[in-house]
């Protein structure tokens, strides 16, 4: 639902204020959870570490994503979601330290290829200028992932994104109160409420079951998961908005869906877990 809500959002709202000013709604209400759960704070090196979790999900993906998304077309939001797993896989070991097996590179490169082809199927079009920007953000959103499932062991999953958005915050802040100060945000009820959506569900609380997930699976194979995306979205459009489903799409989601079964299947052996404050506990 990430995507499709920041397309509606993006519609009415300036992008960059939908890219930053949901980080700092989400970033207030994870203040609150940590300051309520009296959580320890990080060590002078998770915080470190903290940062490449703010690069890359709290304001590079958001923010990237919400710029390619006011001139991309539909369509590419499936080779988005496309590009993610591989490239998460591939930031879960050269950050996370995992070793994945050659059958886990061979399904997931299978579920690519799959995906990709979908997404052609379903009009992706000649690369434009945007995809420029749709790249940089699925890069953002791997080294994210790698080192936020990898904190996510150290501190706990939702632990690590609410402590990435607060320490966003200085940033976040002023960034959008200059982008309001610029011109007044205004939208309808629809652009509204898919801000809402991005802010409290795509930026905080999907990342609670989404990081602890990174943690306890590992961050290559759960990963995987993402391939599924597209297929949940065709699945979503046919039940919510009578869109068709040809015999093409039906067969690329059950390629795709064989591809994350198998990706489920294989061994990723994953680098011991830093000792921290809530290993202690």
């Given at each position: 639902m990430t995507l499709p809500a920041t397309r509606v959002a993006v519609e009415q709202l300036e992008p960059s204020f939908v890219g930053v000013g949901r980080t700092v709604v989400a970033g207030a209400l994870a203040a609150v959870?940590?300051?309520?759960?009296?959580?320890?704070?990080?060590t002078r090196d998770q915080v470190r570490r903290l940062w490449r979790v703010v690069a890359g999900v709290v304001i590079g993906f958001p923010l990237l994503t919400a710029l390619a998304l006011h001139s991309l077309p539909a369509a590419h939001s499936?080779?988005?979601?496309?590009?993610?797993?591989?490239?998460?896989?591939?930031?879960a070991v050269l950050v996370?330290?995992?070793?994945?097996?050659p059958a886990f590179w061979l399904a997931s490169s299978a579920g690519l290829v799959a995906v990709l082809v979908f997404a052609a199927a379903q009009g992706a079009g000649v690369p434009s200028a945007a995809d420029g920007l749709v790249l940089l953000a699925v890069a953002a959103a791997?080294?994210?992932?790698?080192?936020?499932?990898?904190?996510?062991?150290?501190?706990?999953?939702?632990?690590?994104?609410?402590?990435?958005?607060?320490?966003?915050?200085?940033?976040?802040?002023?960034?959008?109160?200059?982008?309001?100060?610029?011109?007044?945000?205004?939208?309808?009820?629809?652009?509204?409420?898919?801000?809402?959506?991005?802010?409290l569900v795509s930026q905080l609380l999907g990342f609670f079951a989404w990081y602890a997930a990174l943690a306890r699976g590992g961050t290559?194979?759960?990963?995987?998961?993402?391939?599924?995306?597209?297929?949940?979205?065709?699945?979503w459009s046919a039940l919510l908005l009578g869109e068709h489903v040809s015999p093409g799409m039906a067969a690329a989601a059950l390629i795709v869906l064989a591809c994350v079964v198998a990706t489920q299947r294989t061994r990723v052996d994953a680098a011991p877990p830093r000792a921290s404050v809530a290993s202690v506990q």
């Open positions: 959870f940590l300051a309520a759960a009296r959580q320890p704070r990080p499936a080779v988005i979601i496309g590009l993610l797993p591989a490239a998460t896989a591939v930031a996370g330290g995992e070793r994945p097996t791997a080294l994210g992932y790698a080192e936020g499932g990898k904190l996510g062991r150290e501190i706990g999953g939702w632990q690590t994104i609410c402590w990435a958005l607060v320490l966003a915050l200085p940033l976040t802040v002023p960034a959008t109160a200059l982008i309001v100060a610029q011109s007044t945000p205004a939208g309808d009820t629809t652009t509204w409420s898919a801000f809402a959506y991005v802010s290559a194979r759960i990963g995987q998961i993402q391939l599924s995306q597209p297929v949940m979205t065709l699945i």
